[in-house]
């Protein structure tokens, strides 16, 4: 078969998927009955919903949503299969996967496998055939809250038991389920400080396209673990600090909250992306609070303060930075959400620091927001100009 594009293949084809029932319930008791997609079995996590049309494999791998069940409000899913150019980690983070409809067939020139196979392939449970919409507005109304998604006990009460038992979110330090276990750099051909800077990120759980866009705008990145110390990064000279996007509550992280408070006061370039942003935020004093039901998806409007310019922007987040809190001497807030006012970008007044709540590498959603990657260039390649 041939694309609109002649000469393209297309992979087209029909996964294989049984008739078996799969089971959905939250904490407060509402329950559904759909059909199983992915793998058998039992997981517990945080319900949310994302609103992105497509891009449901970088949603998949985002470590963000590790200890998390993700319920897609497109009303079809699954429809281009999955590939291996998509991922985001190397894992699927999600807890389990729901859907209105996941897609029988799928076709695309770039598909390897249909995402049936690849649920599967990863132990994660997925139902679809129930009303997504009746649970979207349930989670709006009430709150993200604790579910449990099974295929092997269809059982209401016990189930709800068990969504009870699950750890809420407040108060969760998850950063180290997903980190790195040992340092790694990406940059062509190695590190040459006299060549290209060296920015150094914090892998709280680094999506693959944050580290492609910072190589991108010309610099080397060493990607190290959650725990490094402050002094080991110092000691590699590094013209830039990248703090990366990350599962769980921000405010248990003090090891993290220490290290920023030490670049900044050391006056490194440092750029702050989603948990990142959260963390300069409590860095410069601020608080930061949880969100009724988050912000996820591809289509969010947010301000840009100092010009007025409006960003459709990808958001992936249950937490905010607390505007009440922040220190207008210290902290310039230059982004905020249009939807809810919440805080979406910080800049300090007195350190080359800068962040942002949502996620300019875009993947998936507009490319609108990718220029803050070369804004924080633009501020890596001054000093390390100024070293040489």
């Not at 392939?121 to 604790?146: E, N, Y």
Request: glycine fraction near 10%.
């Amino acid at each position: 078969m041939l694309s609109a594009r002649a000469g393209v293949p297309v992979c087209a084809s029909v996964c294989a998927v049984s008739d078996k029932k799969a089971y959905l319930a939250l904490e407060d008791g509402l329950f559904f009955t759909g059909r199983s997609y992915g793998a058998e079995g039992e997981r517990g996590g945080e319900v949310c919903f994302n609103t992105s049309m497509c891009g449901y494999q970088e949603v998949l791998t985002d470590p963000s949503y590790f200890g998390q069940i993700v319920v897609m409000t497109a009303p079809q899913v699954g429809n281009y299969g999955v590939n291996s150019e998509d991922c985001e980690s190397r894992e699927v983070q999600v807890e389990g996967f729901v859907a209105r409809e996941f897609s029988r067939a799928w076709s695309s020139w770039r598909g390897e496998d249909d995402l049936a196979s690849y649920l599967r392939a990863h132990a994660v449970p997925a139902l679809d055939s129930i009303d997504t919409r009746k649970l979207t507005i349930h989670l709006r109304t009430h709150g993200a809250m604790r579910g449990v998604i099974s295929t092997v006990d269809g059982d209401p009460k016990r189930l709800v038991e068990r969504a009870l038992q699950v750890p809420p979110m407040l108060g969760r330090d998850l950063i180290c389920e997903v980190t790195t276990r040992r340092p790694y750099v990406v940059g062509g051909g190695g590190y040459r400080p006299y060549v290209r800077p060296l920015v150094v990120a914090y892998d709280f759980g680094v999506k693959t396209s944050i580290v492609e866009c910072l190589e991108h705008e010309g610099m080397v990145v060493e990607v190290v673990e959650a725990g490094a110390s402050a002094f080991r990064v110092l000691e590699k000279q590094p013209a830039g600090i990248v703090f990366s996007n990350g599962p769980g509550d921000p405010e248990p992280l003090a090891h993290a909250i220490r290290c920023c408070v030490s670049f900044v006061e050391h006056g490194v370039p440092f750029l702050g992306i989603c948990l990142g942003h959260q963390i300069l935020g409590l860095a410069a004093g601020a608080k930061t609070y949880k969100l009724k039901f988050g912000h996820r998806g591809g289509n969010h409007p947010v301000k840009y303060l100092p010009t007025g310019r409006v960003e459709i922007t990808a958001q992936n987040h249950g937490f905010a930075v607390d505007a009440g809190t922040v220190d207008p001497s210290i902290a310039e807030i230059t982004h905020i959400n249009l939807n809810d006012g919440s805080v979406e970008g910080l800049r300090l007044k007195h350190s080359p620091a800068l962040s942002v709540q949502y996620h300019p590498e875009s993947s998936p959603g507009p490319h609108d927001s990718r220029y803050l990657f070369r804004a924080f260039a633009r501020m890596v390649f001054q000093e390390w100009n100024r070293r040489s």
